[in-house]
């Protein structure tokens, strides 16, 4: 098959996996991953850039995916799916300066563009759509995403440590 890749297709598929996981939870629990108060679920998975390139892809059109459908429109789909980008990057960067797997600094570091980046911008988005004070709607993100990156994305990030440690996973 000339000009078949497989790592391209490997990159791909796993994109696509982690865009559609994102998306199935976030729609899947939408009473809960939309509005005011949010506890999205799929935020877990920001921890994922440490693992592979694809991710940043793979959840940035998750969240376009899933932002379709919110209450909140077209903005939702703009700032919250820019935000997951922005913070999908920062990861990316963070695992690749800080390299020992198991490190206090890592582990707090990695989840927290998810945190800060969609406190401050879908915090604002919330506060001029819902007419709340910036700091209102900016707590309420913060306390919903550090439950989803940190409460569920550090033990999905030992999870995918110990399964890779153990070979049963080899495509992150």
């Known amino acids: 098959m000339k000009g078949f890749n497989m790592q391209k297709a490997k990159y791909i598929t796993q994109a696509a996996l982690i865009a559609a996981l994102y998306a199935a939870l976030t729609i899947g629990l939408a009473p809960i991953g939309y509005g005011g ?4 679920v799929a935020e877990a998975m920001a921890v994922l850039p440490v693992f592979t390139p694809a991710a940043i892809p793979g959840l940035f059109l998750g969240c376009i995916l899933s932002n379709i459908l919110s209450p909140m ?3 939702d789909l ?3 799916s820019t935000a ?3 913070a999908a990057l920062l990861t990316r960067t963070i695992g690749e300066k800080l390299k020992n797997e198991r490190s206090l600094l890592r582990i707090i570091m990695i989840p927290l563009p998810a945190v800060l980046i969609n406190t401050v911008i879908i915090g604002a988005m919330l506060a001029w759509f819902y007419d709340l004070p910036f700091s209102i709607a900016a707590v309420g993100v913060l306390i919903g995403q550090s439950g989803s990156c940190y409460g ?3 033990p999905l990030y030992f999870a995918i440590l110990g399964l890779r440690k153990r070979n049963v996973i080899r495509f992150l």
């Open 152 to 154: 569920l994305g550090i």
């Open 84 to 86: 997951t980008l922005i």
């Open 73 to 75: 429109g077209l903005p």
């Open 78 to 80: 703009i700032f919250g």
């Open 37 to 40: 108060q949010q506890f999205r």
